[in-house]
């Protein structure tokens, strides 16, 4: 069926570099685009969203990129903390509907 | 936001028991959804919880092996049946607020 992916499952950066973590979905009805971080024993928390009418959107040291030619989701995390060390996973819908495809996930390690 | 919770929060059960994990959210919501997180990997959903009417249920999932109640608005369960240690994993229940989709703890289960 149609899928959703990450380029890498692993990603380490240092304290204070920029992150980006990348995407990629399969399903063209998909419409609606989400950025959940998971911290260990935690439930997926919500970081930003990006509808198919937008390209870009920014939150508070984040920005979503969309680019719809190529079916590519980005997550860029500005001054990467200690605290952003987590699984990022990308989520997907289509067709205005709320049940979610989720990608394979990336951890993110922040080093000193 | 909403504020989910889950009972239990971690349960080790035998093969061939059920287990009924509880979703309680401090609002009313119109969608709510289950999921479930295999070890190391990504969300699958499960079954949209409809209220006043049966689940609907994704591709690979029964009712007879996941049962769903929805009695009301802030309120669903899910029961894992006949359990297998193939069914060790995070089961979440997440909700459509007004502006995301929230996730609850998730209830970690282990089948042995």
Redesign the interface.
């Known amino acids: 069926g149609e899928s959703v992916g990450l380029h890498l499952p692993t990603l380490s950066v240092q304290e204070g570099d920029n992150s980006i973590i990348n995407c990629a979905y399969s399903n063209s009805a998909s419409d609606y685009f989400i950025w959940y971080k998971q911290e260990s024993g935690k439930g997926p928390q919500f970081i930003i969203d990006i509808r198919s009418n937008m390209d870009k959107r920014q939150g508070q040291r984040v920005t979503v990129l969309l680019n719809k030619t190529v079916k590519h989701l980005s997550l860029q995390i500005a001054a990467t903390q200690p605290g952003d060390s987590a699984v990022y996973f990308c989520a997907e819908s289509a067709n205005s509907g709320y049940a979610l495809n989720f990608g394979k996930g990336t951890s993110l390690l922040v080093t000193p | 936001s909403a504020v ?1 919770s889950q009972k239990p929060s971690r349960d080790i059960c035998q093969r061939g028991t059920s287990l009924t994990i509880q979703c309680q959210v401090d609002s009313q919501v119109t ?1 709510m ?1 289950w999921y479930r997180q295999q070890p190391g ?5 499960i079954a ?1 919880a409809n209220q006043g009417s049966e689940a609907t249920y ?2 690979g999932f029964v009712i007879d092996k996941f049962p769903i109640s929805r009695p009301n608005l802030t309120f669903s369960t899910l029961t894992v049946s006949n359990m297998s240690p193939e069914d060790s994993s995070i089961y ?1 229940c ?1 909700v ?1 607020g007004l502006y ?7 209830t970690r289960l282990t089948v042995t």
């Open positions: 989910i969608m959804f990997q990504s969300l699958t959903l949209t994704e591709s979440l997440s459509v995301e989709q929230y996730f609850g703890p998730g």
